[in-house]
């Protein structure tokens, strides 16, 4: 899968992958989706980001996790 709007730069935000050369970790969008915030209101409090960087964030995560192999405590 390609992403275009994902990018890593190890001089910005430590190599995490960003929102297009932003400051803007794609785990901070996740998190924010996570706890609830909708697209539309994370494009309020956020008028830099466009609701594609929102949608290939989502694709990006479930990528990974359909990559990822995570051992879960009985």
Excluded: Q, W
Excluded at 27 to 45: D, M, N, Q, Y
């Amino acid at each position: 899968m390609n992403f275009h709007r994902i990018t890593v730069d190890p001089n910005l935000c430590t190599g995490k992958p960003c929102i297009r050369g932003l400051r803007f970790p794609v785990s901070r969008v996740l998190g924010l989706l996570a706890s609830g915030e909708t697209k539309e209101s994370i494009l309020k409090a956020y008028p830099y980001l466009e609701a594609e960087d929102i949608d290939e964030s989502l694709r990006f995560a479930a990528c990974l996790a359909e990559d990822e192999t995570v051992e879960l405590a009985v």
